[in-house]
């Protein structure tokens, strides 16, 4: 029997179990509400992603009544910009947090990857830009190989792994950049330029993001591999009895964040071209509040990739939408953390109800 289930069903703890072990599937083969409950966990995501949308509409529409060049087109380019990177990276979050973990240390592999694009160019001022856009990638992928190892090898917690990884690979960085600054003048105008290059109109970097959107949502929902994360996710023991290679599929969520992170660092690099040892300082909490507020359970099983693209829009919107509502700053960080609140609380509801209706609580209060 299948062990996998749709990315879109709700995560609960009790679903991989029912469904990964011969007990669960004695107790739910003559239950026909089983495909009832999938469908209804479908339709709760799609609202919930609509709901992230919904909102977005309407900050937009606000700031726009307030300040009309809030959609002016260069303010829109700038808020594509500023939300490409946070997007690439909750993508990457969001694999990881599917399988019931979190890596704390993507705000480092990106400043680390993006320090080593740019002394790149610094050592070999005629390197091409595809070979040093390769090499921070790969310096990510090391830095996601590091992480995987250590939590689906030696099964430490990841918590535990990338709050650490975070202080090394950034201590790494601080002792590659001994206080030096590399600025855009050290760096080739064609580099540069993939920041200010435009497609239809839509910046680059824009473009990136929402293909590795889309390429990692049709992964997800197309392949085994990528279904039997939520699998993993949702209860890594039944999986495991189930035939799931848990060890491989924790591993690779961790080396795809890793390389993600780098093709960040090297968008960063490209946009700004001024680097430092501080670049990506405390943007892991954002990465993980941008997947959290978009719908991707932080305990694990459920989520879209989509949702976590929404979410990160979202936050980028309201970053640049309340400093023109003249909302103070305080309330500005204030309005995330509400958000982040209330997506775990409609997770954890939402994973009790269904654990009800698996435990055949009855569709009454359930």
């Known amino acids: 029997m299948s062990t996998t289930r749709n990315p879109d069903s709700t995560g609960s703890p009790g679903t991989a179990a029912a469904t990964g072990s011969p007990a669960g599937a004695a107790a739910t083969a003559p239950r026909p509400r089983g495909g009832g409950d999938a469908r209804a966990g479908r339709r709760v995501r799609q609202v919930r992603e609509l709901g992230i949308l919904l909102a977005l509409v309407l900050l937009i ?9 809030f959609l002016a087109a260069q303010s829109v380019r700038d808020l594509l910009l500023g939300a490409t990177l946070l997007t690439i990276l909750a993508v990457g979050q969001s694999l990881v947090l599917i399988t019931r973990n979190v890596d704390l240390s993507v705000g480092s592999v990106m400043g680390l990857s993006a320090f080593a694009v740019g002394t790149l160019f610094v050592a070999f001022p005629g390197l091409p830009t595809p070979v040093a856009a390769l090499a921070g990638v790969a310096v990510g992928t090391v830095c996601g190989v590091v992480n995987g190892v250590l939590v689906a090898a030696a099964r430490v917690p990841a918590l535990v792994v990338t709050l650490g990884t975070l202080y090394m690979f950034r201590g790494i960085d601080f002792w590659w950049a001994s206080g030096r600054q590399i600025n855009a003048a050290d760096m080739p105008d064609g580099f540069l330029g993939l920041g200010r290059v435009t497609l239809l109109g839509v ?10 959107v889309l390429a990692a949502g049709w992964y997800l929902r197309n392949y085994r591999s990528g279904r039997e994360l939520y699998a993993v996710g949702s209860e890594p023991q039944a999986a ?9 599929r924790v591993f690779a969520p961790f080396v795809v964040n890793g390389a993600l992170a780098g093709l960040a660092g090297v968008l960063y690099a490209a946009r700004f071209g001024t680097l430092d040892a501080t670049v990506g300082t405390g943007m892991e909490l954002e990465v993980v509040a941008a997947a959290v507020v978009g719908g991707v359970a932080i305990f694990g099983g459920s989520g879209t990739v989509y949702g976590a693209a929404l979410g990160a829009l979202l936050l980028s919107t309201i970053d640049a939408a ?3 509502l003249r909302v103070d700053s305080f309330w500005q960080q204030a309005v995330v953390g509400l958000l982040i609140l209330v997506s775990i609380g409609l997770d954890r509801l939402l994973a009790v109800r269904t654990a009800r209706r698996l435990r055949g609580g009855g569709s009454r209060g359930a």
Do not use: C
């Open 61 to 69: 529409a606000v700031t726009t009544a307030v300040n009309p060049g």
């Open 240 to 248: 495991r009895l189930s035939g799931i290679p848990v060890d491989r």
């Open 203 to 212: 910046p680059l970097p824009a473009v990136v993001a929402l293909l590795v």
């Open 322 to 324: 309340l400093p023109m």
